[in-house]
């Protein structure tokens, strides 16, 4: 297993995961990839997320540094990984989870197993068990076909590609940033997120009608950008309608809880934590001063 180009390798369940964290105090923000993506491809806002509180991004098995496992796998596994996972490196809860995309498959299971250990959560454009409800039926989450191999790209495509990746990933370390852009290229990752969301609708499944989210502070950030080539895939009205179904979801969510927010941000889904770090960051300090104060209150303690 090739060791990460920045943080450690931890033993859990018989397999070595990958998790990096900066910073101290509390409650720890962790980050909760989407798929396609890995702890590294937010480090811009983990950076800046340290200088205020314990961040922590990883990978989860099957995924960017970490072991192999066999995907797609169901909610729950990765969830009580997670929990070996941040005990393993020390990292004491309650949490704060920011979750992106798939990601928020698992800040919804983990929020339903172990409620008293989230302090907060910040979802941003995240998969929940209603989203067939809310989006066009074009949409829906069983129409999401499993891709098993890298689309052919022509040389002057891929070098496009590179160009657009190194813009941005501009304030990453130079080593990993030419290592990230190599890796989201490769055949090998290409599979590995195509296959990990391949099971939505049973993911959604597994996660209705066992739980509510907790009652903390919580902030919905629904990206209203256009993901590059989306207009390949898409006519312009059904964008507009896929906004319009994100944006419902999302006011729903947030008003699911007292203590709820929606947020809009003019980013793309699949960069929201690039393209709009600076509200990202706000919205993060936003939960953790919030986390603290109810923790003044009531003379609890965290890192």
Known sequence: MPTPPLGRLYEVSDRMLALHKDGAGGPPVVFLPGATLVGLDYLNVHRRVSQFTTSVIYDRAGTGWSDAVRLPRNATEPTLELRTLLKAAEVRGPYIFVAHSLGGVYARRYSQLFPDEVAGLLLLDVLHEDWDTYLPEGSHLAGVPEQDRHPDFAPELLGFLRDVLRQRLVDWPPRVRDLLIEKHLSDEWFKIGATERSNLAQL??????????????????????????????????????????????????????????????????????????????????????????VCARHRCSTL
């Open 204 to 293: 959604a499944e597994e996660m209705r009608g066992q739980g509510d989210f907790p009652d903390v502070p919580l902030i919905v950030m629904t990206a209203l950008g256009a993901d590059p080539g989306q207009e390949l895939f898409v006519t312009e009205e059904q964008v507009h309608q896929i906004n319009d179904g994100k944006m419902a979801l999302d006011d729903a969510i947030a008003r699911s809880v007292p203590r709820g927010e929606h947020r809009v941000v003019q980013a793309s889904q699949s960069t929201v934590t690039i393209d709009a770090a600076d509200e990202v960051v706000t919205a993060i300090r936003d939960l953790v001063e919030q986390s603290r104060t």
